[in-house]
């Protein structure tokens, strides 16, 4: 059994037996993981509190090949993310990244979703507490293209037509981004009135300005977004933290 050392952020973690733990790794150079960190619970555990969700490090695991369980070693901390804990807003976003991010990405090498991942995290516990709302839509767009489903919102994803750059957009979540008049009306789209979907070319757009929104565009946004997790993503699949995240239950508080 090889020896591996990677950068890696702890997505799940779960009890085995009385003193170990089962720990699902995004890492930049294997994709997604799963690890027994044995004796983790015990009191002087090597591991101590490093192996919370959200932690950033370096793990150190013996691969198994052909075994879907490895073995860690050893979880050198880096970064607990602490700030993401005191907001719910940014704890929710965060845990929305993360659940794409173990449902979703691969257990092979993508080094692009890991420092999208690695990034957003950063960026959600810094960012300005006016902003973490559209802030987490526009990471998890970016961690959504990062996966290969990318929406388009300048061309047809039918026939390639050019959309007109302004006006209502017909987007549809089922075929992955806007469609060509003549394509919506014959399968069907979601008319995206213009703010939404100027502000929806914002969010994926890492350039430009986060949009504001009141609470109705603020709703529809994540609602659009949601479905498209689900419809191209998820298939079927129970999504709690996203759920979580679009229910946003701390906001009618």
């Known amino acids: 059994m090889p020896l591996v050392s990677t950068p ?27 690890a027994i960190a044995k004796g983790a619970l015990r009191p002087r555990s090597r591991f101590g509190g490093s192996l919370q969700l959200l932690s950033e490090g370096q793990a150190h695991w013996l691969m198994k090949e052909n075994r879907e369980l490895n073995v860690l070693t050893s979880f050198d901390l880096r970064q607990l993310h602490v700030g993401l804990t005191r907001n719910l807003e940014r704890y929710a976003a965060a ?22 991942l690695q990034q957003a995290l950063a960026l959600l516990e810094a960012g300005a507490p006016e902003t973490v709302e559209s802030l987490g839509f526009r990471l998890l767009w970016q961690l959504v293209s990062s996966l290969g489903f990318a929406p388009s ?33 014959e399968r069907g789209a979601t008319q995206l009135p213009p703010e939404d979907r100027t502000d929806l070319a914002s969010l994926l757009d890492p350039d430009s300005a986060l949009p504001t929104f009141d609470s109705r565009h603020g709703a529809a946004h994540r609602r659009l977004l949601a479905r498209y997790i689900r419809h191209h993503l998820a298939e079927g699949a129970d999504l709690p933290a996203l759920e979580f995240w679009m229910q946003r239950p701390w906001a009618a508080a």
């Open 95 to 116: 845990c929305a990244l993360a659940e794409v991010m173990l449902r979703f990405a691969p257990p092979d090498p993508h080094p692009e979703s890991f420092e999208v």
């Open 153 to 185: 919102i300048h061309a047809c994803v039918i026939d390639g037509v050019l959309i007109p750059p302004e006006g209502p957009l017909p987007f549809s979540t089922r075929d992955g981004g806007a469609l060509c008049i003549t394509c919506a009306a």
């Open 8 to 34: 890696a952020i702890v997505l799940a973690t779960f009890r085995y037996g009385e003193t170990s733990k089962i720990i699902r790794l995004a890492s930049r150079d294997y994709g997604v993981q799963s």
